[in-house]
């Protein structure tokens, strides 16, 4: 098993706080390289990794971690984002906005499971209704669960064609 984390909860710094696993000698290793500075989660007995980046997927996704083999961080360990780094370059090398959008869209869509765009729907549909209540009244709000409303994941390539054929023409040279 390669070293993973899980993300925990974001510090009042700002930090994001996550759960450290791997094996015996990993976990060894991991902890070793953190110093003084290792902290261990009380109620699961976890190393925990403190770093600014998020990956894209669920909060329960368990993430590769990796070591720095060399430079001046070596020996220290972060968050494997090749995959993520990956896409930012296959979304950068499109030279039409409108493709470029399409294309995030459907990456977006891809790494956030039902599950996050739900609770994030009905986040951003109580977040309205205590607005609108309170611009309406002095009472106290009363929220309603919002039923979701997610749409399936489309067919990539189906976006992409209808996003070249809206796409402005290149002039001619």
Not at 31 to 57: H, K, M, N
Not at 85 to 95: L, M
Not at 123 to 151: G, K, M, Y
Request: hydrophobic letters at 35%.
């Amino acid at each position: 098993m390669a070293l993973q984390a899980k993300f925990k909860t974001i510090t009042s710094g700002g930090s994001n706080c996550y759960y450290v696993r791997g094996t015996e000698t990993e976990i060894q290793d991991f902890c070793a390289s953190q110093g003084e500075y290792l902290r261990i989660d009380e109620e699961s007995g976890l190393p925990l990794f403190y770093s600014s980046t998020v990956l894209p997927g669920d909060i329960d996704d368990w993430h590769p971690l990796v070591k720095s083999t060399g430079g001046p961080r070596k020996g220290t360990y972060s968050l494997d984002t090749r995959v993520l780094r990956f896409r930012e370059a296959q979304i950068k090398s499109i030279r039409s906005e409108v493709l470029q959008d399409k294309v995030a869209t459907q990456i977006a869509q891809q790494n956030w499971s039902t599950k996050v765009a739900s609770s994030t729907a009905n986040a951003v549909a109580a977040l309205r209704a205590l607005t609108v209540a309170d611009e309406t009244s002095e009472t106290e709000a009363q929220v309603e669960p919002v039923e979701p409303q997610v749409e399936p994941v489309a067919d990539p390539t189906t976006d992409i064609v209808d996003a070249v054929k809206g796409a402005p023409k290149a002039p001619k040279p």
